[in-house]
């Protein structure tokens, strides 16, 4: 199956772009709307932290007033009761005004306290929002890397995605929903025949050890992570074993694939080694394993179950931006799409693309406008003009913005 343009022209991008386009506003709307509550909330204290401030402020100098006028009076009196008098005015004021400032405090501590109970509760709802999104929706991915660690007899594999405008997010993968990960792996499953020469044994003829091959077959992958660029492989001669029995580190240069290997679970012959540097032979096995493995988890990536974490420009989203920057960057990427798409649907009320399945019958899938824009109609102005660039509301899209990148990777 293909997918296309409503006019029948190909979509670059190979996935059904409007299930993301929807799922993208609906949470969009939703984390933008919680963020600008949340700000409205600390606005809002902000101002009865700053109102009862000036209160008590008002409240300290009529009761510097106060204290003058009572000092100046009775200043020049003798009479022991005007003196107590006097005396007794003043400390019930100063006592006053000490109540006024711990009572104003007091509110204020009581106020923030329950608005950071409410704003903790947005953020969390904030990252729901966003998470149902990231793990249901496509956007386009620079360069992915994926983790597995056998932990307790079950694989648990994760991913890492490197996204246009520095936009980072990282996944655990549903292993539950796939067959092939629910047991420890073989290396032979993905390299059948790996013989390397990392073995050691005693030397006969003179001290220490000497290399000897090693068929790796039926050792068990322990873990992995691999990226474009770089990849660590562990793996194991047998479950029980308590160490990794080899541990591989490769990495690609513009000039050459440089490769060590570790040996922490072999038995001991006397010396501790550093770990040694293989020969090109060795390379080219590890360098098939390590791509049969990439593929052999090609379609781990499309399963994510929870998101970890997101980035952008290499910093944590919840912990620095909030929201907004991500919605921001976001409808960068996709505008120029539902623009395309937009220009190329018959009706212009309407987003479509066409579905070719195997033998050329073709179906059409379409989301209305009015359907989209409606899910923006609770936010507020400056929080629904984060959304203008998809010109959801006009009959017809710009043609200003540049066409995707259809080489990009979708997560």
Known sequence: ??????????????????????????????????????????????????????????????????????????????????????????????????????????????????????????????????EQFLTTGRIPVLESRVSMSLVDGENELSAVFTHPEGIGTSFTLATASLADWHAPRKVGEFAAGLDLMVGKRKSIFKRGTQPDTVRLDEYIVTGFDLSDDTAEIRVRRKLTDPLDTYVFQLQRTDEELLAVVDSPGEPSTGSAEAATMLDAGDRAHLERLWQMLRAGVADALGHKARLIAVELDGKDLFEHAGPIPLIERVVKLIAPTVIEVAKRSPNPQELSLKMEHDGGRREEIYVKKADLSSKLEALGDKERLLFAPLALERDRAPTSLPLPVSSERPA
């Open 1 to 130: 199956m293909r997918y296309l343009y409503g006019d029948s022209a190909p979509f670059p991008l190979q996935y059904n772009f409007l299930a993301t386009l929807e799922a993208f506003i609906t949470s969009g709307a939703r984390a933008a709307q919680l963020d600008a509550e949340a700000r409205a909330m600390q606005a809002s204290t902000a101002e009865g932290v700053v109102a009862r401030s000036k209160s008590t402020s008002s409240v300290e100098t009529f009761h510097n007033a106060i204290i003058h006028a009572v000092r100046g009076s009775s200043a020049n009196m003798s009479d022991p009761q005007v003196l107590d008098y006097a005396r007794q005015v003043m400390e019930d004021a100063t006592r006053i005004v000490e109540e006024v400032k711990r009572a104003s405090q007091a509110a204020s501590d009581r106020e923030q306290a329950t608005v950071r109970i409410e704003i903790d509760r947005r953020k969390a709802d904030i990252r729901k929002a966003l």
